[in-house]
Every structure is written in structure tokens, then in C-alpha cells.
């Protein structure tokens, strides 16, 4: 169907949500369905917090996305990556010393200078046992120093749809000016979660991590209470990553599939690890016990829509076949617009022809269901537009062959009436 004119015109008005009736313990949260980006869900989600150790979803999310065909390439852990210092020296000297520098006490899967391992094990020790150590390998390794990458990751940061976020390091540690929002965390999980990689990884319990030539093997097992079984199993979860700080607090970003329903839970600041299991759970089951709803923005039948044609005896009043409806969960109700396009019709028409559509876009400018618009009943072209058309096509003799004809019957039609009067 060739489009003549889109017409901006409003025939329902924007839907808009009702959030969740929810309460969260954490003092920003956010409740995001992952495909589309509907927020269902929001406590003070643009608010700056610390992450911890959350912030590896980013750090793995674009270790997969440049290095992604890769991941079997054996890597070789520098001292930079491994070295340390205290928490007390980093704040006597304001946090000055170079932000990836690893904590005595912080999270790590024991990387030794010189041990060579495998980058899908490094991302694995990263996301499960939460190495900070692996995630300053795995930094060095793509961005060749661990400043360049962070940059690099804001950079990526941003494109993706992050509004507020800086980070310092690839792994959370905390530092001043290491921050991010509920909002920004969901878009990041948003994005790591189209790779297939990155859900398998995050929705692994156990991994058996391979002996290197410093280390004998060893299981690695996952942070993530609602991925194992005990009293803060979530059957429906499929990730993400936890994390935890004295000053961060503890942070959640979690996930959830139901059907063909992905929804991501952020939590931050939470003063108990156990919050962010009780927020993550009762936001999911809130989300998730609603029941579908129809909304009817158009009925079937004859509509309000007409078109004036050249050529056509009269204006073409319009139908459609169906209803133009949506379907949604109500904490999903999305804010669209219809709009209306006619085709490119020419005189005669039938009943029934298509003479345009009516669609449904969303405000970012994806297209929904749509219905055909139908001509209500048949139309006659007009004796000069069926004249005109009769020798707009066929061959130059039978053109001509008309012309003549034409002519002669008007010649005849101007000598009867000259011989009457």
C-alpha cells in the first residue's frame, strides 16, 4: 500500500499506567520490563547512590560486546590488576590513589600475578563469586589499562540510555564519585541481557572453574539467594547480580521471566542483603499475578473517516473490519497515539477495497497492531474521469482512434443542433 499522506492525527488519547501498588524497603528501587523499557515500577529511581559490586553487570555487559567472539582466549593477570591497598589509606589520601586498586577483605577468586585463565572463567569467577580481582583482568585485558576501559564504559554507558551514571573501576569498590541510579542499573541489565552469554552466565548457580598453573580447580558459587534453593528461592528468577559496601549498602539487581515476560528489579541502599530479596520478590509477584486487559480504542463497523477522491462521484466513507484494540498488563499500560494513512485510490472503487490504515504507535515510535480501513460502499468515477482514463493507456492507434471517434460525435452533435435552429 503506497502512503500518499500520514495524517497526525490523535484518535485515542496517550494511556498511561498506573504504578504498582508496592512498598520496598530499599530507598531507590525500579521494576523495568526488559524488552520494551515500560517501567511498572519506581521509588526515587534518578536518585545518585553507590553500587558495589552491581556495577559488573556493566563491566561484563561490555567485555561481551567487544570481546564477545573471544571468549575462550587465555589472558595473563599483571600485577596492576591485583594489587591493593588498604580502605583506610585510600580515604587518608582522598580516595587519590588509582580507584581499581583492590581492598584487603573485598570479594575475589584468589588471581595470582602471571596466572593465565580463560576469559569466559574470568567472567564467570566476575559475575558468581563477585571476583573484584576478575574484573580488573578482564578491564586491562580489553581496554590494555584499566582507566582506558572505564572510560570507555561511561562512553558505552551513555549510548545505551544511562543518564547519570560515573563509575570509577570496573568492579565497584567504593570511591566518592562511584555512581549510579536505579534508572541507569535497569538500562544496563536491559542491554547485558540480549546477550545469551550474559544469561547464561548470571543464571548459573554452580561453575566449575579449571585449574590454571597457580591455582588447583575449584567450584565457583553464585551471591544471588533468589538462583538457589532456600528460603529466598525465586523459581522465576534468571539473574542478575548482588552487591554490598558499608557505604553502598546492599544493592540488588535481579530478574525474572514469566511466559514471554522479562521484568528487571533494581534495589539500592538497602540496610539488610535479605531486603533486597524481599523487595525483588514482592515486586515480581505483583507484577506478575496481574491478568491481561483489552482496551478498545476503535470499534468495527463505519467510522468518522471519509476521503474526497478526483475522479470520484462522491467522498469514500470508510469501516474497518475489526476492532482496533490493545491488549497490556496494567502496570504496562503504554502511552500511545493512532494514526491514520490513505492509500493511493483511484475512481472506481469497491465495497470493501482498502482506501488506508489506522495503526498504533508508541512514543518512541514503535508500531503496534494496525487494521486495514475499508471502503464502506462502491463509488463511481465520473463521466469526464472515465473519459480521461479511457485514453490514458492502450496503444497510440487505438488513442487516436478514440479521439476520432470523440470528434465525430461531437461534429455530428454541433450539425443537428445547427439544423434545428
Not at 581499581?100 to 595470582?112: M, Q, R, S
Amino acid at each position: 500500500m503506497r502512503k500518499l499522506l500520514l495524517l497526525l492525527m490523535v484518535i485515542a488519547g496517550s494511556l498511561q499506567a498506573e504504578q504498582l501498588n508496592c512498598t520496598v524497603n530499599a530507598e531507590a528501587a525500579i521494576l523495568m520490563n526488559a524488552d520494551t523499557g515500560v517501567i511498572l515500577f519506581e521509588k526515587n529511581a534518578h536518585d545518585l547512590h553507590f553500587p558495589a559490586s552491581i556495577t559488573k553487570i556493566a563491566t561484563a555487559s561490555y567485555a561481551l560486546k567487544n570481546n564477545g567472539d573471544k571468549l575462550d582466549e587465555v589472558i595473563t593477570v599483571e600485577q596492576e590488576a591485583v594489587a591493593s591497598i588498604s580502605e583506610e589509606k585510600k580515604r587518608k589520601n582522598n580516595y587519590e590513589a588509582s580507584s581499581y586498586l583492590l581492598v584487603p577483605g573485598g570479594t575475589h577468586i584468589g588471581l595470582k600475578k602471571g596466572e593465565e585463565m580463560s576469559l569466559i572463567d574470568l567472567l564467570y569467577g566476575m559475575m558468581l563469586a563477585s571476583g573484584n580481582d576478575a574484573a580488573n583482568v578482564i578491564a586491562q585485558h580489553i581496554g590494555g589499562t584499566i582507566p582506558a576501559f572505564v572510560d570507555n564504559l561511561n562512553v558505552y554507558l551513555k549510548e545505551i540510555g544511562c543518564k547519570n551514571t560515573t563509575f570509577l573501576n570496573p568492579h565497584g569498590l567504593h570511591h566518592p564519585k562511584h555512581q549510579t541510579t536505579a534508572f541507569d542499573m535497569a538500562m544496563m541489565a536491559k542491554e547485558a541481557l540480549k546477550d545469551p552469554v550474559f544469561r547464561k552466565i548470571v543464571a548459573t548457580v554452580r561453575y566449575p572453574r579449571p585449574k590454571t598453573n597457580k591455582q588447583e580447580s575449584t567450584t565457583l558459587v553464585q551471591t544471588n539467594r533468589l538462583l538457589k534453593k532456600g528460603k529466598y528461592f525465586y523459581a522465576k528468577a534468571i539473574g542478575v547480580k548482588t552487591g554490598q559496601t558499608s557505604l553502598a549498602g546492599s544493592t540488588l539487581v535481579a530478574a525474572a521471566k514469566n511466559g514471554d515476560r522479562t521484568l528487571i528489579a533494581v534495589m539500592l541502599k538497602c540496610k539488610e542483603r535479605e531486603d533486597t530479596l524481599k523487595d525483588a520478590t514482592a515486586l515480581f509477584d505483583a507484577a506478575f499475578n496481574q491478568t491481561k486487559v483489552k482496551k478498545v480504542l476503535l470499534r468495527k463497523g463505519p467510522q468518522t473517516f471519509a476521503i474526497d477522491v478526483p475522479g470520484a462521484k462522491n467522498g469514500i466513507a470508510t469501516m474497518i473490519p475489526e476492532d482496533l484494540s490493545i491488549e497490556y498488563y496494567p502496570a504496562e499500560e503504554p502511552k500511545v497515539k493512532s494514526f491514520l494513512t490513505w492509500a493511493a485510490v483511484t475512481p472506481p472503487v469497491k465495497q470493501g477495497q482498502p482506501v488506508g490504515e489506522v495503526y498504533l504507535q508508541t512514543e518512541d515510535g514503535t508500531k503496534l497492531n494496525s487494521i486495514p480501513l475499508l471502503a464502506q460502499d462502491n463509488v463511481d468515477s465520473t463521466w469526464l474521469w472515465s473519459f480521461k482514463e479511457t485514453f490514458k493507456g492502450g496503444s497510440s492507434f487505438l488513442k487516436w482512434l478514440g479521439v476520432i471517434i470523440a470528434l465525430a460525435f461531437l461534429g455530428g452533435l454541433f450539425l443537428l443542433l445547427r439544423r434545428q435552429s
